[in-house]
């Protein structure tokens, strides 16, 4: 990569870079801030031309000179002679002629004839490289720290314009490629941004230095999300293998490559994750809907049809929040599946104690009834059902920092009693109860239930104050 760049960068540069009449485009910050002290080479390196050796000099001249116009006189005559010695006098293979060539630009402040010119150099004298390197170094740090300072100050175009400079000078840093792609995510340059973290973690996918090692693995975590949420799903696999092989223990990387695995069609690669994910017990619990994640991987793992992984999913969902409806809902259902009576009747019990006016939850306990033996519980249990005035289910809860909000839907039923005897139409008097995650009440709204005719529709709408509200449960008065 570094070679290619190299070359269009020496091919500009034969064209003397700037069209006629144009100047190149000059960093004032490099060309003020770079040393006014004169350091001759670190490495070895012989001039072997008088011309080489009068750019030299024109360095030297143009770093030490007191006076604006004579140092830019002196830099801008140094750039003549030697570009003179590589055209006229066969100088083009000479490493030290790119070299003081090289320098001459960053005190100039030319970025990209300076990186090419250097890059010349090195290329044809390697020993050459660490005192090349510092060179690159000096304006790379004046340009990311006049970046930092710009985001300081919420001039964040001036940043992005920084950064990018200090990206054409110095190539092996990937803090330079993090924060401009930290920069074009928060702009919504989702595509760009994922490209950046890729050359941010590309840049230092052998380093060893602690901050260059967490600012790598960052940039890959953070490119294999980008990927994903854009549904770029076979390279958000790609990016987070690599991530793992960094940081093989980061569950959420785990998610993310397992969900990036099931749109690629890769499903068995996806289970094993998501059971790896399920059995470490690591992912948090939230929000009085189970935990979100162990809840996505159970579903998954119901919808392949492995019931047992679905329920080890939804029983540390239900661990996580134990007052949640969606998660005791599901974990019965995968019971269900499962044919296991004794934990279908456990669970379900749970369930109709949160929703008894539920008419999915009270055919569930019925259901675990008859698979244990217990056939008057289950006699009883379908009398309940039939015995229903309305069907309630609670179709929306949201929960916030000071509060919560809830809408339910209840459905009139048929009912009768065991001898089918149809019972009329009557009012439901109820209490709904909302709860923090250690099940205590925070709030309490009462509301009623009209006498409903079969198929009739109420829909109820709650709001309740007090912090921490994370679930929700009703009964009848």
Request: glycine share 8%; with cysteine; hydrophobic share 40%.
């Amino acid at each position: 990569m570094k070679a290619s760049i190299v070359g269009m960068l020496a091919i500009a540069l034969w064209g003397v870079s700037p069209a006629e009449g144009q100047e190149p485009v000059r960093s004032q910050r490099v060309a003020q801030g770079m040393s006014s002290r004169y350091d001759p080479p670190s490495c070895k390196i012989k001039a072997n031309h008088f011309k080489v050796s009068s750019g030299a000099t024109y360095l030297k001249t143009g770093v030490e000179a007191d006076v604006e116009a004579n140092r830019n006189r002196a830099l801008a005559s140094g750039v003549r002679v030697l570009i003179d010695a590589m055209q006229q006098n066969g100088q083009a293979q000479n490493p030290a002629a790119w070299y003081y060539l090289g320098r001459i630009y960053l005190q100039q402040g030319d970025l990209l004839g300076a990186d090419s010119a250097l890059g010349r150099a090195e290329e044809s004298l390697p020993e050459c490289g660490k005192d090349i390197t510092a060179y690159r170094l000096r304006a790379w740090a004046l340009l990311m720290q006049a970046g930092n300072k710009f985001e300081e100050d919420k001039q964040l175009d001036s940043a992005l314009a920084s950064y990018r400079e200090a990206e054409s000078i110095y190539h092996a840093s990937p803090v330079t490629y993090y924060q401009i792609a930290a920069l074009l995510n928060d702009r919504s340059e989702s595509d760009s941004a994922a490209s950046y973290f890729g050359r941010a973690a590309q840049t230092a996918i052998n380093a060893t230095d602690t901050t260059d090692v967490a600012y790598r693995n960052r940039s890959a975590f953070n490119q294999g999300a980008l990927l994903l949420n854009a549904k770029r799903f076979s390279e958000a696999v790609i990016a987070f293998e690599r991530y793992l092989g960094w940081v093989p223990n980061d569950n959420e990387a785990k998610r993310g490559l397992a969900a990036a695995y099931r749109e690629t069609g890769d499903i068995p690669k996806a289970q094993a994750l998501e059971k790896e994910l399920v059995s470490s017990g690591a992912m948090p619990g939230g929000g009085g809907t189970g935990s979100p994640d162990y809840m996505v991987l159970g579903v998954n793992f119901y919808n392949d049809k492995k019931y047992a992984d679905a329920a080890a999913a939804f029983e540390k969902a239900t661990a996580a929040d134990p007052y949640s409806r969606d998660a005791w809902s599901n974990l019965c259902n995968a019971y269900l599946a499962l044919k296991d009576g004794p934990k279908l009747v456990a669970a379900a019990t749970r369930l109709v104690m949160i929703e008894p006016m539920s008419e999915s939850a009270l055919k569930l306990l019925g259901e675990g009834y008859k698979r244990v033996g217990k056939l008057d519980q289950a006699i009883q249990t379908a009398e309940k059902v039939l015995a229903l005035p309305a069907d309630l289910k609670v179709t929306e809860f949201t929960p916030s920092q000071s509060g919560a909000s809830l809408n339910a839907a209840a459905t009139g039923r048929a009912a009768q009693n065991a001898t089918g005897k149809t019972i009329p139409p009557a009012p439901s008097a109820m209490v709904f109860e909302f709860l923090d995650r250690q099940g205590q009440v925070v709030a309490s709204q009462p509301t009623q239930v009209p006498a409903l005719e079969a198929g009739a529709l109420h829909e109820i709408s709650l709001k309740a104050e007090g912090p921490g509200i994370s679930a929700w449960r009703y009964h009848r008065q």
